[in-house]
């Protein structure tokens, strides 16, 4: 089988397409033909050597795919072969199969696509897991969502709206925000050319949002935060603008503030019945036409380093997928 492998920390055009020797199953474990593959920003880093997880060289990069079922191992009773499943893994996802451990894998409602199902676990997982979970927003309340027309960004928008929350979505052009209005943004900061600070002062009456969520960090970080209403909760969700902020510790005193750290990796392993539940909402919300996943574009695997580029380079709204 076909794979693409990191075997030096680089940048995307390191990458290489492989021949592997096709997977097994081990014990507890499900192998996977993989459909669809979502490229999310981790993989960005993790190539690199700049993620929290470091995996051992080579390996083959990609966590979130829907696929068919090839082999399942012993111990495996949940999932058979031929069935459409969705799964998350540490690495292997940017190849033909896929191995993950069968508590990671998780059938496909009916009537699914490949692409989303590819495209929901790991960013919807975020925000749910951020915006649910974290800052228990509440309808009613107002929610900033900064780099919003990414992945993580457009799902925070749906999520804030299924809860009944009021959304802003800050991003840096508008063609971006066109797309989180289109996903459900009651409101809209163009962090490029406006003031930060006076446009979400206008936007919430001088009040501040309850909860801000942030996937970018660098320069926007301080000013959102300065801006963030009375007992407001700050989700710290990544860096995309690749600088860690440092906040003056006394604004978070001063507004009674949190700052907010969200690992959804670490949280999907420490609570899995949690985040089981967390899916399970999801997908009803999926079904219920309150949250649509957008992908806006396709790569073949020979393609995986441009798909990566892209991505480096805050070229993609929604979702982008890789088709083995």
């Known amino acids: 089988m076909k794979a693409v492998r990191c075997k030096a920390w680089g940048l995307p055009e390191t990458l290489v397409v492989e021949q ?12 996977i033909e993989v459909k669809a593959a979502a490229v999310n920003f981790p993989d960005v880093l993790i190539i690199q050597g700049k993620y929290q997880v470091k995996p051992a060289l080579p390996f083959t990069p990609g ?7 090839a082999a399942v191992g012993d111990g495996v009773s949940h999932v058979k072969v031929g069935d459409r499943v969705i799964a998350f893994v540490a690495q292997g996802a940017f190849a033909e199969q ?7 894998v998780m059938p496909m409602p009916p009537g699914m696509d490949f692409d989303i199902a590819a495209a929901i676990t790991l960013t919807y997982g975020t925000s749910h897991h951020a915006v649910v979970d974290r800052a228990g927003l509440k309808a009613g309340e107002t929610m900033l969502v900064l780099g919003a027309a990414g992945g993580v960004g457009l799902a925070a928008i749906e999520i804030g709206k299924a809860l009944g929350a009021t959304v802003i979505a800050a991003a840096s052009s508008e063609e971006k925000l066109a797309v989180c209005r289109a996903h459900g943004a009651d409101a809209t900061i163009n962090y490029s050319v406006d003031n930060l600070r006076e446009a979400i002062k206008a936007a919430t009456g001088g009040k501040g949002p309850d909860v801000i969520y942030d996937p970018v960090g660098g320069e926007y970080a301080e000013p959102a935060f300065r801006s963030i209403g009375w007992r407001g909760r700050y989700l710290v969700v990544g860096f995309a603008n690749g600088a860690i902020p440092a906040l003056p510790l006394n604004l978070t005193l001063l507004k009674g503030a949190s700052l907010v750290g969200v690992f959804w990796g670490e949280f999907a392993k420490r609570e899995p019945k949690a985040n089981l ?8 919300w999926l079904a219920q036409g309150k949250i649509r996943p957008l992908v806006s574009a396709r790569y073949a695997l020979a393609d995986t380093a441009q798909a990566l580029q892209d991505m480096a380079a805050r070229k993609v709204t929604g979702k982008i997928v890789i088709h083995p």
């Open 20 to 31: 592997l020797a096709p997977l097994t199953a081990g014990e507890g474990e499900v192998v």
């Open 63 to 69: 966590s979130e795919l829907a696929g068919v079922v």
């Open 277 to 284: 539940a967390a899916m399970r909402e999801l997908l009803g």
């Open 98 to 104: 896929a191995v993950a451990a069968a508590a990671a």
